[in-house]
């Protein structure tokens, strides 16, 4: 590349999947990036633009001209088509639209700019086949071929009436295996399931997991067709909200890479890291207060980790539980009430066999019965508390629009470790 | 239901989807199931088993006799049919076999039952339509109408040769578009993605992202046709390891649910938190060696929360970033090498800002200047060993075979507060 051996790259990119390319650029800078993709035909270059990722793909853009951008705007899907044209600067994305010549195109572009991304209309096409429920088979053959120009996966066609109002599906196997002189309304399956434009991209892809879709119709309030989401971009869906569940259980605090730069890794992992430095300092001041017992009684201070380490695990194994239920959630969930009140038996079965092990184990290492006892007693109590915030955190974000798996991350370790401190103090404050 | 009521039962599921009436039964006790179920028409009956979650399914079929359960399994994609046959016991597995009278469904079953359940070969069904290269639109068609009866999805149509092996596909949407003169082999495409039997559910799902595919052929290492993975399934493998890695990091020993019972909850619970109580125990003991210390200078206490909490966070930090690139693997990946120096640079970078936070704060705060110093110097010993830690334990765990999201769970947490500890105390007890 470097010595831009333009029939070299060409014949040697030849063949290849764009998926193959794009990943291939991802290694290069983006000026060579630039030169090999000009060089190919501009379907694949439209192919592999929207395979880049989304960091990546947003400075590339920037080196194209925006009749290059209109280019490869033309060969896409519209809701790729938006995807791009949403990472472009306001100015050059409105220059790029008004490069699109094909009118049907510009239209559905300019109506799906309207929707938020993480809503089923902002994942949803407007490409898709639908035919009228008065059409006999031959007509919608017909109509298909006409129509299957714009569509790049076909799944099914979408039945509606003269309102566009979505009937019902009917699958292309059905289309192949019916009489020609068989009517839409003899083979068309009312059944569908659709979404509505409003809903989020996790309850699609919950609909789409449950009923095992490949392709789900999009419509309005009023029930009218707008488009269709496919299963590919759903899986992307469920794959971003796995990465961003795993990020804050961990404390990153933005979408970050291994292959990032050390300025954007070190970027990410900082602010966390401040807060759990943060809550170690009131720790430090709060066994600051318990100085006097700690001077009079060292040993107290052996037993620190203990509780801390306790209550942390036991926080993040309930947040982690309410996670599991909000990602996966059943039909039909117990009350509030019975949920709390399950949650307090847990811990509390988990609490008396942690204490008594505890206990047993400071009586058979020789530790001092009085201690021992503090020591199970404080660790009962921070299991339960630990228990109760693990689980209230998630459902309180949850219920307020925020990710629950925040709860799981370090703001709530640290919270959880603070809590555990304050009660194996006052413990031994009331007790030795 | 408890009255028995059939016509009541009968009129108000009517209509419902499978998906609903499953959910629904997750509600009932096994018998009362049984008896909604009996009364449904058996293809309705074999979808909504094929419904169940895992553990509720292999519980409700105990209940049914090995004919009921062949009836099912006719019905049945040659995949779903064969985990059904995985829950049963041998005995009855071989029954159920025994009764299926479909030689092919028979066959392709006893193929199937031959794969693990979590590579490629599990993942298949053997149902999916083929064409022969030579073959002629026209006749394609007629196949596809005589093959199609046993396949319920429809994607695409496979090419093979003579000898079964795979050649490339043809879309559905080529074929209705195709003129009636035309062969196969003018309009397939060669250029068709396809997985081997022996790769791993992960990797499935990599290939099937990385090309946005709904379905891909798996062939053997001869190449041949053997069965399609569909994308459904697929997204079913991406919740699982989800849901897998979700576990792990919060140190939850079994796949449960909250709605699963107090007990199964308590003992998926449990064996990680004692872990931890162990850790806690062995960190006493390590603290109780630098009595002395803390006998002389009480205040060496108050920082054992900061130092920690903060070990953990960037051990956790770190093996998430990992596994975030375990997960989505680029083509290129930097050498090990390269790797771990970038790792030592950010936590260098992360252990400095943190350490002047501490030894400002500790120096405003009133707090001694040699303490402070101390502090300071064994945080960013902390950071930068929890981090090496972090890095390197997922790693290796992926080497063997484990799942490295059990890097990020208490085992590593546990290891690195015990880390921690003696480097802050060894510290403490050198330059104090």
Redesign the interface.
């Known amino acids: 590349v470097d010595e831009r051996d333009e029939a070299f790259i060409i014949a040697s990119l030849e063949?290849e999947?764009p998926?193959?390319i794009s990943?291939?650029l991802?290694?290069f800078e983006t000026e060579d990036s630039k030169y090999v993709i000009d060089l190919l035909p501009s379907e694949v270059r439209a192919d592999i633009i929207n395979d880049l990722d989304e960091d990546i793909r947003s400075r590339f853009l920037r080196v194209f001209e925006p009749t290059e951008i209109t280019e490869i705007v033309n060969h896409l899907d519209s809701d790729d088509a938006v995807d791009i044209l949403n990472e472009l600067p306001i100015k050059e994305r409105e220059e790029v639209i008004a490069c699109i010549d094909n009118q049907e195109k510009e239209a559905n572009i300019l109506d799906l700019l309207r929707y938020d991304e993480d809503v089923a209309g902002g994942l949803m096409a407007k490409e898709l086949i639908k035919a009228n429920l008065n059409w006999s088979v031959v007509r919608c053959?017909e109509e298909?071929?006409r129509q299957?120009e714009n569509?790049q996966?076909?799944?099914s066609v979408y039945v509606v009436d003269d309102n566009d109002k979505l009937l019902g599906r009917v699958?292309?196997?059905k289309?192949?295996?019916a009489e020609d002189n068989m009517h839409i309304a003899d083979i068309y399956d009312p059944?569908v399931?659709s979404v509505e434009t409003y809903m989020s991209e996790e309850e699609v892809a919950q609909v789409?997991?449950?009923?095992?879709?490949?392709a789900v119709p999009v419509v309005n309030m009023q029930g009218k067709l707008l488009g269709r989401i496919?299963?590919?971009d759903?899986?992307?869906v469920?794959?971003e909200?796995?990465?961003e569940?795993?990020?804050m259980?961990?404390?990153?605090s933005e979408d970050?890479?291994?292959?990032d730069s050390?300025w954007m890794?070190?970027r990410a992992?900082?602010p966390?890291?401040?807060v759990?430095?943060m809550?170690?300092?009131i720790?430090?001041?709060l066994?600051?207060v318990f100085?006097e017992e700690?001077?009079r009684i060292?040993?107290?201070?052996?037993?620190?980790?203990?509780?801390?380490?306790?209550g942390?695990?036991?926080g993040?194994?309930s947040?982690?539980?309410?996670?599991?239920?909000l990602?996966?959630p059943?039909?039909?969930n117990?009350s509030m009430q019975k949920?709390l009140f399950?949650v307090f038996?847990?811990a509390a079965?988990?609490g008396a066999?942690?204490a008594t092990?505890?206990y047993g184990?400071n009586l058979l290492?020789g530790g001092a019965v009085n201690l021992a006892l503090v020591v199970s007693t404080a660790l009962f109590c921070v299991v339960l508390i630990a228990s109760l915030i693990g689980t209230i955190t998630p459902l309180i974000l949850h219920k307020f629009g925020f990710n629950p798996a925040l709860a799981?991350g370090?703001f709530i370790?640290?919270t959880n470790?603070l809590m555990g401190?304050a009660i194996y103090f006052y413990t031994v404050h009331l007790l030795l």
Chains 1, 2 share one sequence.
Do not use: C
């Open positions: 063949g999947k998926a193959d990943a291939l991802h290694e053959i298909i071929r299957a569509v996966k076909l799944y699958s292309l196997k289309i192949i295996l059944g399931t789409m997991r449950k009923y095992d879709l490949e496919t299963i590919d759903v899986v992307d469920i794959t909200l796995a990465d569940e795993r990020q259980m961990s404390g990153i970050v890479e291994e292959a050390i890794l070190t992992r900082l966390w890291l401040i759990g430095v809550g170690g300092f720790s430090a001041r066994i600051g100085e700690l001077t060292t040993a107290i201070a052996f037993f620190i980790p203990l509780i801390q380490a306790t942390g695990n036991v993040i194994q947040s982690s539980i309410v996670l599991q239920s990602a996966n059943s039909a039909f117990d949920r399950k038996v847990i079965l988990n066999v942690l092990l505890v184990g290492t799981s370090p370790t640290t470790d401190l």
